[in-house]
């Protein structure tokens, strides 16, 4: 328990420690005949993983900078699932030797969506804003190359737009000059 000049802050562990150490308090408090005003009573309550945030906030945001704009083959997918699943595995020290599952390394990080999520989510954040654009999606050149053909001297390019299309499998996105809307 801190003291300030008219303020008090309790740090505890868990909810229950909380609850004692006010009730306590309140005893205290009764004896000099003054009461505790619970609408100014504040309860903060932090993180219960905060390695879970510093991933999530440090790792994924320098790993994925620019992922709008990537075109992703399965060889990238796979790699990015490997990063993801080796970060989780170090937060929770999970040798490789344990033989778990990423399924189960998700249920005990507790995590529901992916990296790959977030890296779609964020594609379609941008698709979203070029859409919005006068201009549109038909000057949207973002391009990347397609690995697979190594026998060629230069790698077929693919097109972001039809990307995105593979991966959604959506109809092909026209390239119109009229403004549409997504809603």
């Given amino acids: 328990m801190i003291r300030f000049a008219d303020d008090i802050v309790v740090i505890a562990k868990g ?6 150490v006010v009730e306590e308090m309140d005893e205290m408090i009764r004896t000099t005949e003054m009461k505790i005003n619970s609408t100014k009573t504040k ?3 932090c993180a219960r993983d905060p390695k879970k945030r510093l991933i999530k ?4 945001s320098v790993a994925t900078y620019g992922c709008e704009t990537w075109v992703i083959n ?5 790699k990015l699932e490997a990063f993801e699943m080796c970060c989780w595995r170090r937060m929770k020290r999970i040798s490789w030797i344990e033989r778990k599952t990423n399924e189960e390394v998700h249920k005990t990080v507790g ?12 594609r379609w954040k941008i698709v979203g804003h070029a859409m919005r654009h006068p201009v549109g999606i038909a000057k949207l050149n973002i391009r990347g190359y397609d690995r697979r053909k190594e026998n060629c001297r230069t790698s ?12 959604q499998k959506l109809k092909p996105l026209r390239n119109s000059k009229k403004r549409r809307v997504i809603g």
């Fill in 15 to 20: 909810e229950g420690d909380i609850q004692r």
């Fill in 43 to 45: 309860i903060l309550v």
């Fill in 57 to 60: 906030t440090y790792v994924w």
């Fill in 74 to 78: 399965n060889t990238e997918k796979k």
């Fill in 111 to 122: 995590k529901k969506c992916t990296l790959i999520d977030v890296i779609r989510e964020r």
């Fill in 156 to 167: 077929p390019k693919l097109l972001y737009r039809t990307k995105l299309n593979v991966m």
